[in-house]
């Protein structure tokens, strides 16, 4: 079946403008997380959604990010007013939900703020 | 909060040699996970270590869990190019219900 997808795979922006990132979980997947990888740097931990249950908001670096999932399909992160540290590839992942699932990762989206 | 640590953040190698990347927890994990992501791509999961001591091999690459179940290493014998890449572990402490990644080590082989 198809992977986790992303969209879009680039984003240019400016400075001070929202951009919003897709992502879509593989299909029954109840949990579903996105990073942050800054160039050459490891996976920063953003946001977890698992099935109904509030999210795990605690990677969040500023109230200038939020995520949304609805029911158990598509998220969408949320950047607004970028600046130019917001520069980063944001994953995003998915997996089958349980205390030992593999986590499945999409392409990701590669944003660039000027 | 949890941290995990890996080590070293990058090596070079010539191809045929070995190489060993280690991953160290602050707390007590109830598993650990390694990922292999190559240049310009995204993790991808390789294995998944759940017991205290556990080994686990894949063709050339060695898994092992710490008896104290806080730290791993990743052993490769007799590198090849298609190695390349970087690996990451991430660890989940049973407290917390996300993964913590640690940086990842970056491995570069030469042919």
């Known amino acids: 079946g198809a992977g986790v997808s992303q969209s879009p795979s680039n984003k240019v922006t400016e400075k001070g403008k929202d951009v919003e990132l897709r992502c879509d979980p593989i299909?029954?997947?109840?949990?579903l997380y996105w990073y942050r990888q800054r160039l050459g740097q490891g996976l920063e931990f953003l946001i977890y959604f698992q099935g109904n249950s509030a999210p795990d908001k605690s990677g969040l670096p500023s109230d200038r990010f939020s995520a949304e999932r609805t029911g158990e399909s598509v998220s969408t992160l949320t950047i607004q007013r970028t600046q130019q540290e917001d520069s980063a590839v944001y994953l995003c992942?998915?997996?089958?939900?349980?205390?030992?699932?593999?986590?499945?990762f999409g392409p990701g989206t590669r944003l660039l703020v000027l | 909060g949890q941290q995990v640590m890996q080590i070293p953040q990058y090596q070079h190698v010539q191809e045929g040699e070995d190489f060993t990347t280690y991953c160290n927890s602050s707390?007590?994990?109830?598993?650990i996970q390694w990922y292999k992501q190559r240049p310009g791509g995204h993790p991808v999961f390789l294995i998944q270590?759940?017991?205290?001591?556990e080994v686990k091999k894949q063709k050339r690459l060695t898994f092992q869990f710490g008896e104290a179940k806080k730290n791993s290493s990743l052993h490769i014998t007799a590198t090849q190019t298609t190695d390349v890449g970087t690996y990451f572990c991430a660890g989940r402490n049973s407290g917390y219900s996300t993964l913590t990644f640690g940086k990842g080590t970056m491995l570069l082989v030469s042919p």
């Open positions: 299909s029954g997947h109840t949990a």
């Open positions: 270590l759940v017991k205290s001591g």
């Open positions: 707390t007590t994990l109830s598993n």
């Open positions: 992942a998915s997996s089958p939900g349980g205390a030992r699932e593999t986590q499945y």
